[in-house]
């Protein structure tokens, strides 16, 4: 046995002898379920209300149109060709009714479910009888897909995705399950993952998936049947990762033992949705080894390959990380699943820690990089998000540099699909006897604190235009708890944690508290205002965020930035456009420049634009939210500006 192999294997031994002993609990806090939450929010529910009313059904139909849907009807039948390009494309389907399910769950629809459930009997049929999922293989096991290897799972750690697809049936299915209290599906899922049990075990296989989410999933259906197997399994897969030690196969986190990685290398979708599952894990058995890991990764993160707009993965060569500092702007890929991966992964290290920095990622994430990804029709989609487009360089998938209805590798829009309708989950959360409030969004919930007294919260603003945000709180008894408020980085002069972007010139307005109309003082603490008190109902609190218009720098390591400024307000990053901007190449900021905001109604759905010009009325900009662009033509766009 060569000795990598060996320091391996003791790797391995020592972390299931010391590390391994369950916890009786799960995160310490816990989201609020999106479908506990209702939003009156002049943001988001647009949005979300797009999404249900036209890209469900558009991706629906696109997967009628390009033969995922007949992919699974011929794996039914056994005959015929696989007819779509990548063996991962049963997943459009799935991603899309895990969506659907979230939709159905908040806007009930009879016409959806029937037609969710006629697919879920085309993929029943598709099953075969052990609970092997994967037409790919299954409509011709004798000329099964290229990427797919002459027997199952040969080729998981490298092409295959029999596990992906596997992790997005349970996504999907324990979604489903959950807002229709069918078992149609999780039926389906639970028959495969039962043999994923019996295949992926000591003595038999033991792969590390090629392109994580499996670990998501296994997880979902654990917390919904309660059978342990499954979160077993989770960590199986966590810990498959690393046995040859190979450097080579860092573009899917397998280069080295999971708990010996301390760097965000490789695939960053398969990155993001590992770190979330590894959190998981280690949250539902008390693993601080698998928190020491992602600790370190998520610093290496965003410290040094985070983009101001909340993207991640820099290289379109293998959808990856770079090195560190490694951000080019025209080049830069930032897959928009990557940016939703991101906000899994940050979600979940808020719920392990506590601490409102995880959130401001989250948010600079949610605000910029996820939703750039769909334009305002709701059914034309970027692949990858650069931060600079200069009509040379053909950035998105498939050489597009315009919004596409489709794509052949299509999981961006249908990630779409399930990522928006979920939005109102990531808004509260509560831990013990303490009620967060992590997104500013028009909003109500009923809150069982502790499960006992019921608080409904509600939120009432204009954000992310306006920095004014109304607050009641109202115990259904007068009680005493802990209201944590989140001041986001950027009302504190700071856009990001860490060095890696800082302002020009910080703001100098401070945020404010008033409570039933009186100014109060509040303590902070990791990035919350924690205020502890006796609430009754009707209490009435006002918070005021500093919307000051910023010029943010990039670290000099980042060479692609040095001498350029980006211009942010509140959460919102911005972008130049050479249909606002005549001569966008020869546009700067310079020391006399006054940025200038203002709200124009009838503008991409309503934005706040920004305005400069110099002292003497010349060099006149126009910067619109970086997610709104490539929303009426096609032309050059850019983040960054020269700083004159």
């Known amino acids: 046995m060569k000795i990598l192999e060996i320091i391996s294997l003791f790797v391995i031994l020592v972390f299931f002898s010391c590390k391994n002993q369950p916890s009786k609990s799960d995160y310490q806090i816990q989201g609020i379920p999106f479908n506990e939450v209702k939003i009156s929010d002049q943001f988001w529910s647009p949005k979300i209300e797009i999404t249900r009313t036209v890209t469900i059904p558009a991706s629906f139909a696109k997967c009628e149109e390009t033969g ?155 917390r919904i049947t309660k ?75 965003v410290a040094k390959k985070f983009y101001i707009t909340g993207g991640v993965g820099s290289r379109g060569e293998g959808e990856a990380f770079g090195d560190n500092y490694e951000l080019p702007n025209t080049t830069a890929y930032n897959e928009t699943c990557a940016a939703i991966a991101n906000v899994y992964w940050n979600y979940r290290m808020f719920l392990l820690h506590g601490d409102a920095k995880y959130i401001d990622v989250l948010e600079r994430s949610l605000y910029n990089g996820v939703i750039s990804g769909i334009g305002q029709d709701g059914k034309t989609f970027f692949y990858a998000n650069p ?64 499960g006992k007294n019921p608080v409904t919260i509600t939120q009432q603003s204009l954000y992310p235009w306006d920095g ?20 986001p980085g950027w009302s504190k002069n700071q856009p990001v ?35 502890d008190r006796e609430w009754k109902q009707g209490d009435l609190l006002n918070l005021s965020l500093p919307m000051q218009i910023h010029q943010v720098v990039a670290n000099n390591a980042v060479k692609e930035d040095l001498g350029k400024v980006a211009i942010e307000r509140g959460p919102i990053v911005y972008c130049l456009e050479a249909i606002d901007n005549e001569n966008i190449d020869n546009l700067n900021l310079s020391e006399t420049s006054e940025l200038n905001a203002g709200f124009s109604p009838d503008l991409l759905g309503g934005i706040e634009t920004i305005s400069s010009s110099d002292g003497n009325g010349e060099n006149r900009i126009t910067a619109i939210p970086y997610f709104a662009w490539n929303n009426r033509d096609i032309g050059k766009m850019k983040v960054w500006i020269p700083k004159k």
């Open 227 to 301: 059978e342990k197997k499954y979160l077993d399994l989770a960590q199986y897969f966590i810990d498959s990762r690393g046995k040859e030690n190979d450097p080579k196969k860092a573009y899917s986190q397998d280069h080295k033992p999971f708990i010996l990685q301390d760097e965000a290398v490789g695939h960053a979708v398969r990155a993001g949705y590992l770190y979330s599952g590894v959190a998981d894990v280690a949250a539902l058995t008390g693993n601080t080894d698998y928190v020491s890991a992602i600790d370190k990764i998520w610093e290496n993160m």
């Open 387 to 450: 931060l600079e487009c200069d009509l040379k360089y053909k950035f998105n998938s498939g050489g597009h540099l315009d919004r596409q209805p489709w794509f052949g590798c299509s999981c961006c829009p249908t990630n779409m699909c399930r990522f928006l309708p979920s939005v109102p989950g990531y808004i509260y959360a509560q831990g013990e006897n303490k009620l967060y409030v992590n997104l500013y969004v028009s909003s109500s919930s009923k809150i069982k604190l502790n």
């Open 497 to 531: 944690p860490g060095e890696l972007y800082t302002y020009y010139k910080p703001g100098k307005e401070a945020v404010s508290l008033t409570i039933n109309g009186e100014n109060v003082s509040f303590q902070a603490d990791k990035g919350y205002a924690v205020i």
């Open 468 to 487: 004014n945000v109304k607050i009641s709180v109202s115990p259904e008894k007068p009680g005493k708890f802990t209201l944590c408020l989140r001041l």
């Open 68 to 222: 995922r849907v007949a992919n699974f009807e011929k794996a039914a039948k056994k005959e015929g060709k696989f007819g779509t390009e990548y063996p991962f494309d049963d997943t459009d389907i799935y991603k899309i009714i895990e969506g659907a399910s979230y939709s159905m769950s908040v806007h009930p629809d009879p016409n959806l479910d029937h037609y969710v459930d006629s697919l879920i009997t085309i993929i029943g049929k598709a099953q075969e009888g052990d609970g092997y999922l994967y037409t790919a293989r299954t409509i011709d096991p004798n000329h099964p897909h290229v990427w797919s290897g002459n027997e199952r799972w040969m080729n998981e750690s490298i092409l295959s995705h029999e596990l992906y697809n596997s992790g997005h049936l349970f996504e999907a299915a324990s979604a489903h399950f959950q807002a229709t209290g069918k078992r149609n599906f999780l039926n389906i899922a639970l028959k495969n993952a039962d043999l994923l049990r019996q295949v992926f075990t000591p003595g038999k296989r033991r792969d590390a998936p090629g392109h994580e989410i499996v670990e998501m999933g296994l997880v979902k259906l654990y």
